[in-house]
């Protein structure tokens, strides 16, 4: 799929009649509960997640001006999630975020609500990223607003990743639909993979209008990639760097 | 009837002690019960139990504490009371002993019982003297204990090998080690410095005789570490009318819960684990347990936390008397109550989440993982309980890039075309194929010999990304020609974000 490259019109970026139309990182009001849908292949889900979590948590201790956030970050899990995903590994963390995560094993998606609700109450978690793989009985539409109720109550923010699951009805915020997208050469190897790129699809929102996004995360801060031309930009070309060859032989282009 | 107790040990059973019986027999501590029974074949054997031991003289020292303010234990079968200032109350020392023998023999126990004004004299007179030997302050105790063995220092057996042949047999040669007596002080100071340099290196005082000996003397302390009774706090409720219903029960529950907070918050302590103990009619007690991630002082979470619990009760034909046990409990401090009364307002703090997650999902589902010493990827990540300290760790290299999510076990892919360098250009995973685009690796993790087979295979790890953009990470599981086994095979253990 080719990556689908938004240049807002001039006209919606100087009218402010409708405040943040368009969704960007580092808003600083952002929902308490999005869902986000995945294909269980791809730690994609997981990632946004992550990244959204961290970028909503920058933006709000900006705003709140307090010191480094050290509160635990639960995780939540159901065992279908579990044996399709994998389990998070540490050192793929964010340095910040190594020593503050706690990890739940949920064996049924009931258990996986009852957590993720009971960590939504808890006032000392900074956030929490629950995984449900498929459609499960459980996560009707009433137990999805349960979830955003009490979310919204507590102040907690909840991402919930649906892996391999259809997007039935939910009272999230946002409802994402995340796949993996191919990332830019780094700089000094360019065979090798890059920074984490998702191409994401925001299908669902209450303040913002829907959009489609090639998102990256390079584990400082979530950003938009907005061409993939500016990566050559950023990478020095040596190739480019060359002066152009008028005037000059083609002898001498070809000596060795 | 001969009886011995037995111990298994590497070179099969072993006597521990013997009764007097036994002990005629030839039966002796430390000796295998073959040699004992081909002395005497009728050896009755049975096995001993040191930590039932060890529990039982606990309680003895506490309830030897009659004689004594203070008392301490003394390993494996001895008992130490400090009764200063006590002895005139039973009628004198003598009296005192007397009363200590009786007691012990209405119990069906046998002792030994001496009086010293130190600890070690006390041992020395009780092990090796006349049963009920009294040593006053104002005797001179190397005149009166100069001819016990020097075993009676309580000594480790290894020194007491040394001694034996040095041709120290007695405490009375141990103080005065030349012979010369108190004639030739300067002889003395030098032989008995002599001994010191011995023993220089052994600050253990049961490795040093030297030291035994004054402790014995009184001229330097010895510290003891007494026995303290510490009563589990609890609380229980007999009810005049039998419980059949769970509504009354969970009134009774919830009064227990504020009794039983009261109690701890005398001690200034909060509950690590609760145990609910409910006693039908009919005899049958029905026990609930919960743990607790901290010490917890609450009764509203106590509550909760039962509630749940309690729904598989079978009252019968109704539950007489509830009684709520604190068997584990921590100190806690007073704290300010009402800043966060309104939970429900403010949420619940992170102990009682977790106390919540924990008694639903069980203690295995709520962990957190910790960094470990080790380069494979599924070792080198443990998980531990989520309030527990985080052990130290050594920082990991920042070079080495890792996925943000491991498989619970590496899946095996199958390649079907692999580039000349080594790694796969095409493969299948979960039914799917794949083409890789980007590679990077390899990153080789040799397996780690001192704990795995010599067989154990290396692996070469690379991280890919397809075609569509998904970044793996996977790795071949040896090399061809290492003799490990026959053609490698590619597993996938890890998703890129």
Known sequence: MPPMSFRPSPARVLSRSLPEARWRPGLPAQPFHSEIFAPATEASGAGLALALARDALAAAGAAGGEGEDTRQVLWVQDRKAIQRGGRPCLAGFPPAWRHRLIHVAAATPEDALFAIEEGVRCRDLACVIGEIAGNPRALSFTASRRLSLAAERHGVRLWLVR???????????????????????????????????????????????PGEWMLSDDNTALAIRRDPEDDHAATPDPVRLARATFGRSLAARARP | MPTALILETAHGPRITAANDAGAAAGARAGMLLADARALCPELTAVPADPAGDLALL????????????????????????????????????????ADVGRAFAAQGFTARASLGPTAGSAW???HFGRSGAILTADDDPLRLLGDLPVAALRLDADVLTVLRRLGIKRLGELAGVTGAGDDDAAREAAARDALRRRFRNHRSPAANPLLRLDQMLGRVPEPLLPVIARPMPMVQRRLAEPLRHRALLDRVVEDLAGDMVRALEARGEGARRLELALWRVDGEVLTRRIELAAATRESGHIMRLFASRLDDVDAGFGIETVQLRASWSEPLALAQADLDAAAEHHGTALAACIDRLTVRLGPKAVTRPVARASHLPERAQAWQPPLDPVPAQQGAFAFHSRPLKLLERPEPIAVLYASPDGFPQRFRWRGTVREVVRVEGPE??????????????????YRIEDAAGARYWIYRRGIAGDGRGGVPDWFLQGLYA
Do not use: C
Not at chain 1, 165 to 176: G, H, K, N
Not at chain 2, 58 to 70: N, P, S
């Open chain 2, 124 to 126: 020395a007179l009780s």
């Open chain 1, 163 to 209: 892996l391999d699951a259809e997007a039935d009805l939910s009272s999230a915020r946002m409802r994402w639909r995340v796949g993996a997208a191919p990332s830019p050469p780094p700089r000094w190897n360019p065979a090798a993979p890059g920074t984490a790129t998702w191409h994401a699809e925001l299908f669902r929102a209450r303040a913002h209008a």
């Open chain 2, 58 to 97: 606990e309680k003895l020292a506490l309830w030897a504490q009659r004689w004594g303010l203070w008392s301490a234990m003394d390993p494996p079968d001895g008992l130490l009371v400090d009764i200063t200032g006590a002895a005139h109350l039973f009628g004198g020392e003598e009296a005192l002993l």
């Open chain 2, 444 to 461: 080789r993790i040799a397996p780690e010999w001192w704990r795995e087979r010599s067989t154990a295979r290396l692996r070469d790890y």
